[in-house]
T-cell receptor, first 115, second 114 residues
Framework: GAGVSQSPRYKVAKRGQDVALRCDPI?????LFWYQQALGQGPEFLTY????????KSGLPSDRFFAERPEGSVSTLKIQRTQQEDSAVYLC?????????????FGEGSWLTVV | AQSVTQLGSHVSVSEGALVLLRCNYS??????LFWYVQYPNQGLQLLLK??????LVKGINGLEAEFQKSETSFHLTKPSAHMSDAAEYFC????????????FGAGTRLTVKP
């Protein structure tokens, strides 16, 4: 597609429920990023993939968060046993390569509300 | 590690007035710097970026940002505000040799009064 596509756009989950958020990066983009944006805050880095390899997951807040990109294109961010503090917008972004200064393109985000 | 501080969580200007959004950075290496805009319910859109070439970076619609190493700043300016400029603006910094870890500021919400 023309841009980074994320689904679902909006998700309401009951506390304790598992959720899966999907990201379709721009076709051909090697690098894929996940960010978490809490209300009134800037995006916080979660994890980074280069093709199918997860090279950095230092930003994942707990072991309840898991991300994968098995074929080097679509990625899924999974949150197990959701808690209220997980409520945020989850932004996916991609770039052509991991080269310096390459533009990173963001999707519109998946808005998660945990009740 | 890099970090960004955006001074002023809210900025309000009149239509036609100068827009100045402040960004100061901290970095242990010469940084790359970015300004993004976010409209309600949308993702972030890149406005302009500094990647160690010219210190004055120009974007669309009169947007400019100047990298000032001595002041560790990368403020965003626009000579004349338009109603459509109302949005949330984020400054970001990355390590040129490891740009998978981009750090964002908390954002500045720009309001434009008629």
């Amino acid at each position: 597609g023309a841009g980074v596509s994320q689904s679902p756009r909006y998700k309401v989950a009951k506390r304790g429920q598992d959720v899966a958020l999907r990201c379709d990066p721009i076709s051909g983009h090697v690098s894929l990023f996940w960010y978490q944006q809490a209300l009134g805050q800037g995006p916080e880095f979660l994890t980074y993939f280069q093709n199918e390899a997860q090279l950095d997951k230092s930003g994942l807040p707990s072991d309840r968060f898991f991300a994968e990109r098995p074929e080097g294109s679509v990625s899924t961010l999974k949150i197990q046993r959701t808690q209220q503090e997980d409520s945020a917008v989850y932004l996916c972004a991609s770039s052509l390569t991991q080269g310096v200064g390459n533009t990173i393109y963001f999707g519109e985000g998946s808005w998660l509300t945990v009740v | 590690a890099q970090s960004v501080t955006q001074l002023g969580s809210h900025v309000s200007v009149s239509e036609g007035a100068l827009v100045l959004l402040r960004c100061n950075y901290s970095s242990s290496v010469p940084p790359y710097l970015f300004w993004y805009v976010q409209y309600p319910n949308q993702g972030l859109q890149l406005l302009l970026k500094y990647t160690s070439a010219a210190t004055l970076v120009k974007g669309i619609n009169g947007l400019e940002a100047e990298f000032q190493k001595s002041e560790t700043s990368f403020h965003l300016t626009k000579p004349s505000a338009h109603m459509s400029d109302a949005a949330e603006y984020f400054c970001a910094v990355s390590d040129p040799y490891n740009n998978n870890d981009m750090r964002f500021g908390a954002g500045t919400r720009l309001t434009v009064k008629p």
